[in-house]
């Protein structure tokens, strides 16, 4: 594993020779504008690894992307590489359909620390959850970054992030299945706590979501980029696109059903994914990204 061929991937072209905020922003930034989010794997009929080399390999070498347990897996790495202070954490995704917080560990984050602050540094959640920022580890305070207002709320030792959507401009209002697209809403994402964790306890977590019946990422096929100015989001043949504080401090959400014919095609070109298998999309599940 090399970072300079990291970097190569993801066009990052900055200096990485003193482990500061800054140089951190800079690559997260490139990270994620990079590097989908995505679970095509799963519907190639190939494995997700929970190995350091096996990722590496697949992001870095083979332009694909990943789920949380591969990019801020990767990205441990490259940020230990480079001096920062790395602890690898725990947290349970919100689900709004069941008003509730998965009851096992299902993702795996980054704490940061430095000059004596923490920073919590998550590439790996994807769609328009996704921070564009590290995120300092304060409790109560917005922070404001280009997708919306981002916030960490704690209560006895559990941290709970959540973001505040913008309302939303749905042109072709027919196909969205989104909800409270005229409102202004504040959106639970995660909770997580502060116990440090080895990467060997999310391997039974990484099985659960790629094999169970009812795994989301089982029912729905998801490849999620973000963009210069938002975020563009292939689930199952739902091609989404959403452009950022489009105007009135709203988001623009363009929303296009896909042929099977189109599919790999726009994978290529809005995703720069080439798949050596045959994929097969899917969307099954009830449950909304979005």
């Not at 725990?90 to 923490?118: C, M, T, W």
């Not at 300092?136 to 970054?145: F, T």
């Not at 096929?221 to 959403?242: M, N, P």
């Amino acid at each position: 594993m090399d970072i300079k061929e990291y970097f190569s991937r993801i066009s990052y072209r900055g200096s990485y020779n003193k482990p500061d905020l800054a140089t951190l922003m800079d690559i997260f930034q490139h990270h994620i504008q990079a590097v989908p989010f995505e679970n095509l794997s799963i519907h190639c009929g190939e494995g997700i690894e929970l190995d350091l080399e096996a990722t590496y390999d697949k992001i870095v070498r083979k332009n694909r992307g990943g789920w949380c347990m591969e990019n801020n897996y990767l990205l441990s790495w490259v940020l230990k590489t480079l001096g920062y202070d790395i602890i690898l954490l725990g947290g349970r995704v919100y689900i709004p359909e069941n008003n509730a917080y998965e009851d096992e560990i299902d993702h795996l984050l980054l704490k940061v620390v430095l000059d004596g602050k923490s920073y919590i540094v998550d590439g790996g959640f994807g769609m328009a959850y996704q921070m564009w920022q590290p995120m300092e580890l304060i409790s109560g305070k917005d922070q404001p970054q280009t997708p919306g207002v981002f916030r960490f709320l704690e209560e006895s030792g559990t941290w709970y992030l959540e973001k505040v959507k913008r309302k939303q401009l749905v042109p072709n209002q027919s196909i969205s299945t989104s909800h409270n697209t005229e409102e202004e809403v504040c959106r639970p994402v995660y909770l997580f706590t502060l116990e440090p964790r080895d990467i060997e306890e999310f391997r039974t977590c990484n099985t659960h979501l790629q094999t169970a019946p009812d795994s989301l990422f089982v029912t729905k096929s998801i490849c999620s980029l973000q963009t210069a100015d938002g975020v563009r989001a292939l689930v199952g043949w739902k091609l989404t696109e959403i452009k950022y504080n489009y105007k009135d401090n709203m988001d623009l959400v363009e929303i296009r059903m896909l042929a099977d014919e189109e599919v790999e095609k726009t994978l290529k070109e809005k995703f720069n994914v080439t798949l050596d298998k045959k994929f097969v999309p899917i969307n099954t599940s009830r449950f909304s990204l979005f």
